[in-house]
């Protein structure tokens, strides 16, 4: 089945130390997005690559890095995490700007 | 930029009732409008979509009304059973999604 796939589910990571979620997709989508959902808010769009293009959301914090190697992989650098940023993480994909459909998420502690 | 209000935030219902879930937008030149379930410790999944040149779309128990004039569209799920019990969320694009605050059904046996 065509599908997004988000590795690893679970992510443990220390106050500071790098950490990097990856997404991948076999709907070959050329749109790819990362939200951040934190507990019972909506999720909330950090950026997303329109084929090669990155797009960057205004109030994205500059620790949020994303790199797309290929048209399936997208992969989300957290530069140093901080408390506040424990979160899901969702990977989404879409043909143009059409449906979207996301990813199961990665859950990121931060210790 | 686009504001997405939802309500209720929360909405408890008997198995077999109906419930509806209702949002207001304010940006008109928003031309698609996605319903998304959100099961505990899971990602969103697409349920149902309308587009802005549709005033209603149905599929099975699940049907969404669009309101373009009153910037209103709602969503509508009969005969519930429980584990229709999620967080829904609502969403207004032209490009981007912008998402409502979402409604946690609950439906009881």
């Known amino acids: 089945d065509a599908m997004v796939i988000q590795n690893p589910r679970y992510q443990v990571t220390q106050f500071g130390k790098p950490v990097t979620l990856s997404c991948s997709q076999t709907l070959n989508h050329n749109v790819m997005y990362w939200y951040q959902q934190k507990s019972s808010q909506a999720p909330k769009l950090l950026f997303h690559y329109y084929d090669k293009d990155f797009n960057n959301e205004a109030d994205t914090p500059d620790n949020f890095q994303s790199r797309r190697p290929n048209t399936s992989f997208c992969f989300l650098d957290i530069r140093s995490p901080g408390l506040g940023d424990a979160a899901m993480y969702l990977c989404a994909t879409s043909r143009g700007f059409r449906e979207q459909y996301f990813g199961p998420g990665t859950r990121l502690t931060v210790t | 930029g686009e504001n997405v209000e939802q309500h209720p935030s929360t909405l408890s219902v008997q198995e077999g009732d109906s419930a509806v879930i209702k949002c207001t937008y304010s940006?008109?030149?928003?031309?698609?409008f996605p319903w998304y379930k959100q099961e505990l410790g899971k990602g969103p999944q697409l349920i149902i979509d309308?587009?802005?040149?549709?005033g209603e779309k149905k599929d099975q128990r699940i049907a969404v009304t669009l309101n373009k004039t009153a910037k209103h569209f709602s969503l509508h799920i009969t005969e519930t059973q429980p584990e229709d019990s999620a967080v829904y969320f609502c969403?207004?694009?032209?490009?981007?999604?912008?998402f409502g605050t979402g409604t946690r059904l609950q439906v009881f046996p």
């Open positions: 969403a207004a694009s032209t490009d981007k999604l912008i």
């Open positions: 940006d008109s030149a928003s031309n698609y």
């Open positions: 309308i587009r802005s040149n549709v």
